[in-house]
């Protein structure tokens, strides 16, 4: 199901479905970004990357207008994940 972001409140983009993950903040007006490359099976902190971005624009979870999430292709495991 897909729906429409909220409009005038900030999207938080994951991608896990490649060797970089990447964690992405679209706000009103600046955009934050975080980018954890590792190894097939290196552990990442994709929590870590979406506190950092959030904090960066001083936004909580509950400001969120909406998600966008990778869907693949992609390893099952880096999907998961995501």
């Known amino acids: 199901m897909v729906t429409a972001p909220l409009p005038g ?3 938080l983009a994951v991608t896990t479905s490649g060797q970089r ?4 903040l679209q706000g009103a ?9 590792g190894g097939r099976g290196e552990p990442r902190d994709l ?3 979406v ?3 959030l904090a960066e624009l ?11 999430l990778d869907v693949g292709p992609g390893s ?5 994940a995501g």
């Open 51 to 53: 506190d950092a971005v």
């Open 9 to 11: 409140r900030p999207v």
């Open 29 to 37: 007006q600046a955009t934050a970004s975080r980018v954890l490359a």
């Open 58 to 68: 001083g936004c909580t979870l509950a400001d969120l207008g909406g998600f966008a």
């Open 76 to 80: 099952f495991t880096s999907l998961r």
């Open 47 to 49: 929590l870590g990357a």
């Open 21 to 24: 993950w990447g964690v992405w």
